[in-house]
């Protein structure tokens, strides 16, 4: 048979990147970021110059050779991480990454109305909009697993 087998949904989206650039909390502080065009943006990584960038795949179809797509696997998409706080003995933060001994694992954010399991970008974008004060992860409550600090 010719005919393609069903495929997973994409874990992302281009227009959920572009939500997520246009949040200036969402951006590491040490990026200068502005707005060029509709999906379009310059963006300044640390001991770089600045660079093109689009979320929308027209505009990259159009203007490949001046602009990078913005996306997994792009090399500005790679620097565009945050660092881990260098003292995170306690587990103080803000987002945490949580694996069971089991092997799996989960992302946690503290938001105002307490912790937040977070499954997918569109949960991780709503619990931005509510997120909480930087608090010790409460191991306690979490038996049997490791935790690193994202944020």
């Given at each position: 048979?010719?005919?393609?087998?069903?495929?997973p949904?994409?874990?992302?989206?281009?227009?959920?990147?572009?939500?997520?650039?246009?949040?200036?909390?969402?951006?590491p502080?040490?990026?200068?970021?502005?707005?060029?065009?509709?999906?379009?943006?310059?963006?300044?990584?640390?001991?770089?110059?600045?660079?093109?960038?689009?979320?929308d795949?027209?505009v990259f179809?159009f203007?490949?050779?001046?602009?990078q797509?913005?996306s997994?696997?792009?090399?500005?998409?790679?620097?565009?991480?945050?660092a881990?706080?260098?003292d995170?003995?306690?587990?103080?933060?803000?987002?945490?990454?949580l694996?069971?001994?089991?092997?799996?694992?989960?992302?946690?954010?503290?938001?105002?109305?307490?912790?937040?399991?977070?499954?997918?970008?569109?949960?991780?974008?709503?619990?931005?909009?509510?997120?909480?004060?930087p608090?010790?992860?409460?191991?306690?409550?979490?038996?049997?697993?490791?935790?690193?600090?994202?944020?």
């Open positions: 048979s010719l005919n393609a087998p069903d495929l949904e994409t874990p992302l989206t281009l227009s959920q990147l572009d939500r997520v650039i246009n949040i200036a909390r969402a951006r502080p040490e990026i200068d970021w502005r707005q060029l065009d509709a999906g379009s943006y310059g963006i300044g990584l640390p001991g770089g110059e600045p660079v093109r960038v689009t979320t795949s027209k179809d203007s490949g050779d001046s602009h797509l913005f997994p696997g792009g090399e500005v998409f790679g620097r565009f991480g945050v881990s706080p260098a995170a003995g306690d587990g103080r933060g803000i987002a945490w990454l694996r069971r001994e089991s092997g799996s694992e989960e992302f946690v954010v503290a938001t105002k109305f307490g912790l937040q399991r977070v499954q997918t970008l569109n949960e991780l974008l709503n619990a931005l909009d509510s997120v909480g004060a608090t010790n992860f409460p191991f306690g409550e979490w038996p049997g697993v490791t935790v690193s600090v994202i944020a």
